[in-house]
């Protein structure tokens, strides 16, 4: 593992753990370019070195020559995979790795497997519910992998949540491509429906279909986008279509895809983009998972209520890629006030209901400015672009028609995780054996071991191995603070 980043090594401890103690069900996020596959790729090279059978499965057909590359590129000995997907050329059900299509799955019998992967496991599937809760697979190892989490089914059937790093951090460490946001006036969404929780896509496309909206996205382009290879999200087919000939119009070569692409187009689609050829793909609804294109400007003509939509987008423009100074983001659907930055969309648990509509925002979204229409950070008074001074809301809301303007990021000082996270991410088993091997270093008597494992996990040890591992430096130090403490509180009560 020494070719590894820091998070995929605590990724791979953490799953590791895991399974130790017990669990099988489990979710790893990391953001769009983090090497989910790297990480998963060590399991399986693992797992067949001990004649182990592995499926990997992915939520689209044209995912699959994608991951046998990737396979290929992590060391995976090929001769040893089967896929199965209609009638694909690797084909074969006797690979120990069968790569699956979710859909072919659906059809087919599962087959059997000491472990099993789902790749971009937000995307719901009818066939997880049977899958997930058979009782024959319920010692299997089912690890997903996924940069947003937060589908309010997937704590139902997930029941572990392994962050492996944000977006934030890797864009501080250079693994992820920093990027520039410019906000739109908003689009007039008043008497758009919400249906199944987000906007309607019929009314939504007759909205942002308006000839007034398609020249600004490609005049802003022209004026802004610097020629940078680039995606644009539109709402529907109609849509996005109505987008790539206004692109042509104006010059700019111009690609359409969408679900109905066939496979050797979308091909040929990608060969242009990278050669120059094509300088915008205006698509609908294909290009928000597993795309590893060389992207440098994301345009979102589609607005939307889904903070999973909306980071999806997004990630698709922060891979790193040589010569690459940052993504350039046109957002012409107000997501960003709508949502925020994704460096600040985060969760630490699974979800196993939709959260409640009055519940108050993570962090505080930005506002515009009342006077120049400027969009200005969080709790900002006084607008840095004209000096005016907020008063408290008074219902109004103005924007300049048919401008961007830049959107300035939050950079809060990096937080340091808490000590007792740190140790709880060890696993209750090798805490436990910690415990154990300090407590016979120092004297202590066996309940000394429960309550500190009760004080760190909430419950009692059950069932646990004492392995005779010895204590970290992170766990001595939380001991020796946590027995600081006590002497004080003794103290306190003395006098």
Wanted: include cysteine.
């Amino acid at each position: 593992m020494n070719d590894l980043r820091q998070h995929q090594i605590d990724a791979i401890n953490h799953v590791h753990n895991a399974i130790f103690d017990g669990e099988r069900r489990m979710v790893v996020q990391a953001p769009t370019g983090a090497g989910k596959t790297r990480i998963a790729c060590e399991f399986i090279r693992d797992a067949l070195g001990e004649g182990k059978r592995i499926i990997f499965t992915v939520p689209k057909l044209d995912l699959i020559n994608q991951t046998l590359d990737a396979f290929r590129d992590n060391g995976i000995d090929m001769s040893k995979v089967g896929v199965m997907q209609a009638m694909h050329e690797m084909t074969n059900w006797d690979m120990p790795l069968q790569l699956c299509s979710v859909q072919t799955l659906n059809r087919r019998n599962i087959p059997p497997a000491d472990i099993v992967f789902i790749d971009e496991a937000h995307i719901w599937s009818k066939l997880y519910q049977r899958w997930f809760l058979d009782p024959a697979w319920s010692n299997t190892p089912i690890i997903g992998l996924t940069a947003t989490p937060w589908s309010m089914w997937m704590g139902r059937y997930f029941h572990r949540l392994i962050v492996a790093t944000n977006t934030r951090e890797l864009i501080r460490e250079g693994v992820l491509s920093d990027f520039r946001v410019f906000a739109p006036h908003s689009p007039d969404l008043r008497g758009v429906r919400i249906t199944a929780g987000d906007y309607n896509e019929a009314e939504l496309a007759r909205v942002m279909g308006e000839n007034r909206l398609v020249a600004n996205v490609v005049e802003t382009w022209l004026r802004l986008g610097q020629d940078r290879p680039t995606l644009l999200f539109a709402v529907d087919r109609a849509h996005a279509q109505h987008l790539q000939r206004e692109f042509i119009k104006a010059g700019v070569p111009t690609d359409y895809q969408d679900a109905y692409t066939s496979e050797q187009e979308r091909i040929a689609i990608r060969r242009r983009f990278h050669d120059g050829t094509s300088k915008v793909v205006c698509n609908v609804g294909t290009l928000t998972t597993g795309v590893d294109w060389d992207v440098r400007c994301i345009i979102v003509a589609r607005p939307t209520r889904s903070e999973i939509l909306h980071v999806q987008i997004i990630g698709r423009g922060l891979r790193q890629a040589s010569g690459k100074d940052y993504c350039l983001i046109l957002d012409h659907s107000d997501n960003h006030i709508r949502l925020g930055f994704v460096t600040d969309i985060m969760h630490n648990e699974l979800r196993t209901e939709r959260p409640p509509v009055t519940a108050e925002p993570r962090v505080p979204l930005p506002k515009p400015c009342f006077n120049c229409h400027a969009v200005l950070p969080p709790r900002t008074k006084q607008c840095p672009a004209c000096g005016y001074i907020h008063q408290p809301p008074d219902g109004r809301i103005a924007y300049a028609d048919g401008e961007l303007v830049e959107l300035p990021q939050r950079h809060p000082p990096k937080q340091k995780p808490k000590v007792g996270d740190i140790i709880r991410g060890y696993g209750q088993s090798r805490v436990y054996s910690m415990l154990n091997s300090y407590a016979r270093g120092h004297g202590y008597r066996s309940g000394w071991v429960g309550h500190k494992f009760r004080l760190l996990f909430g419950d009692w040890p059950q069932a646990l191995a004492d392995s005779g591992e010895e204590a970290t430096p992170t766990l001595k130090s939380w001991l020796l603070s946590q027995h600081i403490a006590y002497a004080k509180t003794a103290r306190r009560g003395d006098t």
